[in-house]
């Protein structure tokens, strides 16, 4: 936004994120691919979290956010990585939407952001990384993990038998959105880089009351909506 919270103060991010439009040239706008910026982000992961229009069920995903975009230098890799600090909550079997497991484990990992809030997202372990948290990594513990960011989109083709006739080809894309683990800590930190377990309780039941106010606020009788102008539509 232009201003602050307090609508009157200038946001300094405002004008240097505009800028980044005549900064930087977009693999859209460019001729060539390779006359395309390349760039570096340093960004947060963070938890989103919304309430099904539909359901009215509570969902929730990772968010990346960042304020800042650099050039990339030339010796810069091209790749998506993190690394995060926080605490192990339940590790479990990832099963596939027909209910069978895939091999994988889901971590629930609690990260402590600014203020003492707490977010809760999933990372995904397979191979030998999942075979090390399954042996070393224990509900508690404060722990470090390293991995990939996996976001892709791929087309799936089949056929649909049909009563007579020439069988009809399907197609529909399929999204994965997924941290994955490829390193991390051997075990729970030692107690003086580790959070404090109380701390950790606290700042958990003030996440339930925000899922509590989200909620409660999607529950509510929509606003009448606002006048607007005939755009012609």
Known sequence: MEKKSDKVSINPNYNRILGYKDSFTSLAAAEKPENASRITVAANIGENMW???QTKELRSNFRISSNFINKARETDEEKASFELSGVVGKITPEFDKDGNETGRIIVKFIIVQFGGKTDIIDLIA???AKAHIETNWSEGDTVKAVGVINMKQKTVTWTESQGFGEPVK?????S???LIITGGSAGGLEDMFSYDADDIKAALNERQKRIEELKNGANKPAPAPASTPNFGF
Request: aromatic content about 0%; hydrophobic content about 20%; glycine content about 0%.
């Open 51 to 53: 309430v099904d229009a």
């Open 170 to 174: 399907r197609t529909r894309t399929e």
């Open 176 to 178: 994965s959105r997924e």
């Open 126 to 128: 397979a191979d030998t």
